[in-house]
């Protein structure tokens, strides 16, 4: 028997540790890899500040991963890929995965689906009425609701990646579910309440979402918040993780290779531009486990 | 008549908007001065990073001002105060001032304000009941409750300044104020709500406290809100606004040189190293009037 190739490295970065949760998603779909993660946490967040600033941190933090040897680099960050992804693919020779693709697709086949289960329930109540099909109400075009930061909003990167699938998009932005994430607030009736707040103003402005797309790293911590305000608000909206999403576009570009599954666990090497004690502690609660031997890294500013 | 000598440039920085509260103290105090203000907007927030990078951006922060003509320096940001004024100091040959030993003397002034108000009602009691002067209850030590960001909190450089004017101190992490003054929740049930969780936090720690001290240049914009809170708290403090405090120590400064009053309008000029947009917009309300003409500068990063 050949023997197997070495694994591949995959580069995942992030302005913080929520890119971590799209790591935690991968970790179990391509387990034969070495991961190298960075979190530019002398420089969070990117969310609130301008384009030329977040593509400046985000190619320094990308070219940083390369030369550590990532073969392949996960962009685990809406808001760098938002606005920057085209700058970070321009300065690496190395195929670069974002985001918001992967999280446009996921509700491209949500709204599929979803178009598939109203079709049949139609077809069947034209049956039962005996309307021909020619009768059919013409369905709507399905609407996405994406909650993200203010950058990345301001991008419209989602409206463009929905608007190429024949979705339509509602972007809104909500400043302050990163804050309450990192306060540790995730299971807290203020968070509830500023969710309320939030889902509230965006489904008033698009009453007929079907899909709520969770446009930032951060958001997956709140996904019972969410649900459950959902469900305060008598409104039930099918939930896109863009971790989960861009985990399965990472693992699957390895698809036609010749790597084979392995029974160890993969490697992680975990880099932080600021307080290494920080990261460690909050990273934890993002990967789902524990979080050791962070190294520090100086990348200017 | 001699010739007015030219006016003294002062240097006022911070790491975004907060510092603009000190620049709005400090107008009407002294109103002969040019004033250049520095928002290190692009490396925001400080009060969540450690103390070797708030000390990196501080001091590229302080000499770039510097270098602009400040002949003193006033850091207008509690987060550099309380982990790099000694750095800062070091580094640049002009005077420095700081936010937090101002916001202590200030808290001590209150404390013995507060204090002889207290034995003047004790003595007229204990004249009401005839009880001599030596058997007066012992006046304990007073308990100065501070607000401030996490980084401010850990340096306990508040606790240092206080301790050493023989006040007690308490400082209480509020990492949720600084974002919700920038969603703008000023007047906001939300805001109230955050407040009444961490003053009932702090005040099960300090329930002797009279005194609060505003240690983040973000917090006087909340100055309604937590007054109202400690009302439904049933709780009365004397807050002391650590921006006000600095201000009259900066006027004070020159006072006993020969610069008279000018009745024209003193000149600003504004640096931001992120969005120029978006220092105008979020610095008004911090100013009290209209940011305008920003420059651009890269500091790195």
Request: proline fraction near 7%; hydrophobic fraction near 40%.
């Amino acid at each position: 028997m050949a023997p197997l190739p070495p694994p591949p490295t995959i580069g995942v970065f992030d302005s913080g540790f929520g890119g971590l949760t799209v790591l935690r998603a991968l970790l179990p779909l391509k387990t034969y890899a070495n991961y190298i993660y960075l979190g530019d946490t002398a420089r969070l967040p990117y969310g609130s500040k301008s384009r030329d600033t977040i593509a400046r941190y985000a190619v320094s933090s990308a070219k940083f991963l390369h030369e550590q040897g990532a073969e392949l680099l996960v962009v685990a960050c809406n808001t760098a890929t938002a606005l920057a992804l085209e700058d970070i693919r321009q300065a690496l020779p190395i195929p670069v995965i974002g985001v918001v693709e992967p999280g446009a697709h996921a509700a491209l086949n949500q709204a599929n689906h979803t178009a598939r289960d109203k079709s049949s329930v139609i077809l069947s109540e034209a049956q039962n009425l005996s309307i021909s099909s020619e009768q059919h109400p013409t369905p709507t075009t399905p609407q996405v609701l994406v909650l993200a930061t203010q950058a990345t909003v301001q991008s419209h990167a989602y409206t463009r990646a929905l608007h190429a699938l024949n979705l339509e998009a509602h972007e809104k932005a909500c400043p302050l579910l990163v804050p309450l994430v990192e306060e540790g607030w995730i299971d807290h009736p203020v968070t509830d309440e500023v969710l309320r707040i939030y889902l509230t103003e965006a489904l008033h402005e698009t009453p007929n979402a079907t899909t709520l797309l969770l446009g930032c790293t951060h958001y997956p911590l709140l996904e019972p918040a969410i649900r459950r305000t959902l469900g305060t608000l008598n409104h039930q909206l099918h939930i896109i993780d863009s971790a989960q999403a861009t985990a399965r576009a990472v693992a699957s570009h390895f698809d036609n290779t010749t790597h084979s599954p392995d029974l160890t666990a993969p490697g992680c090497l975990f880099y932080a531009t600021d307080s290494i004690e920080k990261f460690e502690r909050l990273g934890s609660a993002f990967l789902g486990r524990p979080v050791t031997g962070v190294r520090h890294v100086d990348l200017g500013g």
